[in-house]
């Protein structure tokens, strides 16, 4: 980013109410006194690319949904506006001065409290508003790659808190290094529009923040085998790839912050040309490398990829070549694939949306490559190492300084208000857990994670034991023509509630069962729930029922064990229905009542 040359200067607001709103008339002011320098396509130039960028937070918030289940959408949502909200505020008061105010020791810049006293300089062809509204969107982008990693089991809470601290304090910091005339720009580190700045910085806060809360339940099985966690809206997920892909021109393309001058749009133009390369390239990387690696093209894992290329080229978008950059798109799109593969399975750092893979390592990987393929001093071109060992410097040196503070950060709430959510909060979706919604998809049928997804199993707080169940309390069985009884006994109860009960009825014996997820409400009529302030008229509590149909192992000895497992004494445990059955059939051998229900081999 070319912003190294701007001049700078900060100034500390008065204390108090009553300073801040003495001086705020200045900070609109120091505008309007040099209107008359400005140039209308330079300033309209940075105020598109603050667009293009903020489109960008919804483009992550359908990325993160799509990639995580149904019962956490809201959440997803709810953060991915709270973090662009909370850093708005956070760095408008200390943020941007700390980033872009007069340079202390190379390390960080003079405080300018609520932006008082910044000034773009007499060559910069835009207002300083102009530039701060373009500042703040890329800090919002820094610090809602966070909340991806950490979804579905992350107290909403706590991620308020990291989030203001990433945008007060870790990223300006950085920032500073690169972009606001500290040791890194000394140095000349390259990182035009923020692959390390930007990306990487929010990689590894994504990645400590995931190895630090740990693994959803049910990810990991005991022997360390890896149970895949399926995304519920692959639509959504493309969605948000698309998103990102456009706003993208805006954050690379724009971050020129002029179009006066042959020189400045002929760069635009190459920047818009190896944006796109690279993340087509990437993309196009991924998908024919799972394909060979997985016997077939990985939906998700290619739209990883377009983001990968997306990330690494970000760096050097202005300095490579297109030949340049799509090299580095095809890096970055197998690359992205083996780091995903890596993080989940060896390191076992549960990141569902594979933000660690995407900005972390692949904003590593473009803002180091940049010191290869760039064609003013890259080693390829300069056949000097550098430029390369310049990006190596900073990549490992803004990684380090993050990765500190963020850990700091993380242990204090750990130990505080805590990062993670209750086991039973997490199996019931932090969408009521957290925000009192049974569901972001009001008008469609709840779909329960009965398939890979655990829980730990609800304590039992009644004193009182469930009561035994007789023969003589149910209807009387079928028998088939070879005198042997069959039973259907079907079990509704709380989603949360299934693997448990799962686990204890192959204890007994059972060998299969069919689990549907349904909704409804019993005497307390479903749970409270408001929309806008407003009660909910009618309202249906998602639910699994299990079906089996039994015969060697007695009914009375299925029903005592789910209740064992789900009595608790309360609404909302559930019912079970016996009923008898006249006869089953097995379609692949013909065989019919007791003997279809025997699992034989061939």
């Given at each position: 980013?070319?912003?190294?040359?701007?001049?700078?200067?900060?100034?500390?607001?008065?204390?108090?109410?009553?300073?801040?709103?003495?001086?705020?008339?200045?900070?609109?002011?120091?505008?309007?006194?040099?209107?008359?320098?400005?140039?209308g396509?330079?300033?309209?130039?940075?105020?598109?690319?603050?667009?293009?960028?903020?489109?960008?937070?919804?483009?992550?918030?359908?990325?993160?949904?799509?990639?995580?289940?149904?019962?956490?959408?809201g959440?997803?949502?709810?953060?991915?506006?709270?973090?662009?909200?909370?850093?708005?505020?956070?760095f408008?008061?200390?943020?941007?001065?700390?980033?872009?105010?007069?340079?202390i020791g190379?390390?960080?810049?003079?405080?300018?409290?609520?932006?008082?006293?910044?000034?773009?300089?007499?060559?910069?062809?835009y207002?300083?508003?102009?530039?701060?509204?373009?500042?703040?969107?890329?800090?919002?982008?820094?610090?809602?790659?966070?909340?991806?990693?950490?979804?579905?089991?992350?107290?909403?809470?706590?991620?308020?808190?990291?989030?203001?601290?990433?945008?007060?304090?870790?990223?300006?910091?950085?920032?500073?290094?690169a972009?606001?005339g500290?040791?890194?720009?000394?140095?000349?580190?390259?990182?035009?529009?923020?692959?390390?700045v930007?990306?990487?910085?929010?990689?590894?806060?994504?990645?400590?923040?995931?190895?630090?809360?740990?693994?959803?339940?049910?990810?990991?099985?005991k022997?360390?085998?890896?149970?895949?966690?399926?995304?519920?809206?692959?639509?959504?997920?493309?969605?948000?790839?698309?998103i990102?892909?456009?706003?993208?021109?805006?954050?690379?393309?724009?971050?020129?912050?002029?179009?006066?001058?042959?020189?400045t749009?002929?760069?635009?133009?190459?920047?818009?040309?190896?944006?796109?390369?690279?993340?087509?390239?990437?993309?196009?990387?991924?998908?024919c490398?799972?394909?060979?690696?997985?016997?077939?093209?990985?939906?998700?894992?290619?739209?990883?990829?377009?983001?990968?290329?997306?990330?690494?080229?970000?760096?050097?978008?202005?300095?490579?070549?297109?030949?340049?950059?799509?090299?580095?798109?095809?890096?970055?799109?197998?690359?992205?694939?083996?780091?995903?593969?890596?993080?989940?399975?060896?390191?076992?750092?549960?990141?569902?949306?594979?933000?660690?893979?995407?900005?972390?390592?692949?904003?590593?990987?473009?803002t180091?490559?940049?010191?290869?393929?760039?064609?003013?001093g890259?080693?390829?071109y300069?056949?000097?190492?550098?430029?390369?060992?310049?990006?190596?410097?900073?990549?490992v040196?803004?990684?380090?300084?993050?990765?500190?503070?963020i850990?700091?950060?993380?242990t204090?709430?750990?130990?505080?208000?805590?990062l993670?959510?209750?086991?039973?909060?997490?199996?019931?979706?932090?969408?009521?857990?957290?925000?009192?919604?049974?569901?972001a998809?009001?008008?469609?049928?709840?779909?329960?994670?009965?398939?890979?997804?655990?829980?730990?199993?609800?304590?039992?707080?009644?004193?009182?034991?469930?009561?035994?169940?007789?023969?003589?309390q149910?209807?009387?069985?079928?028998?088939?023509?070879?005198?042997?009884?069959?039973?259907?006994?079907?079990i509704?109860?709380?989603?949360?509630?299934?693997?448990?009960?799962?686990?204890?009825?192959?204890?007994?014996?059972i060998?299969?069962?069919?689990?549907?997820?349904?909704?409804?409400?019993?005497i307390?009529?479903?749970?409270?729930?408001?929309?806008?302030g407003?009660?909910?008229?009618?309202?249906?509590?998602?639910?699994?029922?299990?079906?089996?149909?039994?015969?060697?192992?007695?009914?009375?000895?299925?029903?005592?064990?789910?209740?064992?497992?789900?009595?608790?004494?309360?609404?909302?445990?559930?019912?079970?229905?016996?009923?008898p059955?006249?006869?089953?059939?097995?379609?692949r051998?013909?065989?019919?009542?007791?003997?279809?229900?025997?699992?034989?081999?061939?």
């Open positions: 980013m070319n912003i190294c040359r701007l001049k700078k200067f900060a100034a500390s607001a008065s204390a108090g109410t009553a300073g801040l709103l003495a001086t705020m008339p200045t900070a609109f002011a120091a505008d309007a006194a040099d209107a008359g320098k400005y140039s396509i330079d300033t309209a130039w940075v105020l598109l690319g603050a667009a293009l960028v903020f489109f960008m937070q919804p483009g992550f918030a359908m990325v993160e949904t799509g990639l995580t289940r149904a019962k956490n959408a959440n997803i949502v709810m953060k991915n506006l709270m973090d662009l909200c909370i850093g708005t505020i956070a408008w008061i200390v943020g941007f001065g700390l980033m872009f105010g007069d340079d190379g390390i960080i810049g003079a405080p300018d409290f609520f932006i008082q006293a910044f000034d773009p300089g007499e060559d910069a062809g207002p300083a508003l102009a530039y701060v509204i373009f500042q703040t969107v890329f800090c919002a982008t820094s610090a809602t790659i966070v909340s991806g990693a950490m979804a579905e089991r992350t107290k909403f809470s706590t991620y308020c808190f990291y989030s203001l601290l990433i945008s007060l304090i870790i990223y300006p910091v950085t920032g500073h290094w972009w606001g500290g040791w890194l720009s000394e140095m000349g580190f390259h990182d035009f529009a923020g692959s390390t930007v990306h990487m910085v929010g990689g590894i806060c994504a990645f400590v923040g995931a190895l630090m809360l740990g693994a959803r339940i049910g990810k990991y099985n022997d360390g085998s890896v149970n895949a966690i399926p995304g519920h809206s692959l639509t959504l997920a493309a969605l948000g790839v698309f990102l892909w456009f706003g993208w021109f805006g954050f690379n393309g724009c971050s020129t912050v002029s179009m006066t001058g042959d020189d749009l002929i760069s635009a133009g190459s920047i818009f040309v190896t944006t796109n390369l690279a993340a087509a390239t990437a993309a196009t990387a991924t998908m490398f799972t394909w060979m690696r997985y016997g077939h093209p990985d939906v998700s894992m290619t739209l990883n990829g377009a983001l990968a290329g997306l990330v690494a080229i970000t760096a050097g978008c202005d300095a490579v070549s297109p030949a340049g950059s799509f090299a580095i798109g095809l890096i970055a799109g197998i690359v992205v694939v083996l780091a995903v593969e890596f993080i989940d399975q060896k390191l076992k750092v549960d990141d569902p949306v594979g933000a660690v893979a995407v900005h972390g390592v692949c904003g590593a990987l473009g180091i490559l940049t010191g290869v393929f760039a064609v003013d890259g080693l390829l300069a056949g000097t190492a550098d430029m390369l060992i310049t990006q190596i410097i900073g990549v040196s803004v990684a380090a300084y993050v990765a500190v503070v850990t700091l950060v993380f204090v709430l750990k130990h505080t208000i805590g993670r959510v209750s086991a039973k909060e997490e199996a019931a979706g932090l969408d009521f857990e957290e925000h009192g919604l049974a569901s998809y009001a008008d469609f049928m709840p779909v329960p994670e009965v398939a890979g997804s655990t829980s730990a199993p609800t304590p039992i707080d009644s004193t009182e034991p469930p009561t035994p169940v007789t023969v003589t149910m209807a009387t069985p079928a028998v088939d023509a070879n005198g042997h009884t069959l039973t259907c006994v079907s509704v109860t709380a989603r949360d509630r299934f693997e448990p009960l799962k686990i204890a009825l192959e204890s007994i014996g060998t299969g069962m069919t689990v549907t997820p349904v909704s409804g409400y019993g307390q009529k479903g749970h409270s729930e408001l929309y806008r407003a009660k909910v008229a009618s309202k249906l509590v998602p639910k699994i029922q299990v079906k089996l149909v039994v015969s060697a192992i007695p009914p009375e000895k299925v029903i005592a064990t789910a209740r064992k497992v789900l009595h608790t004494g309360h609404y909302g445990d559930g019912k079970i229905f016996v009923t059955v006249t006869n089953v059939v097995k379609i051998t013909g065989e019919e009542g007791f003997d279809a229900l025997q699992d034989k081999p061939e």
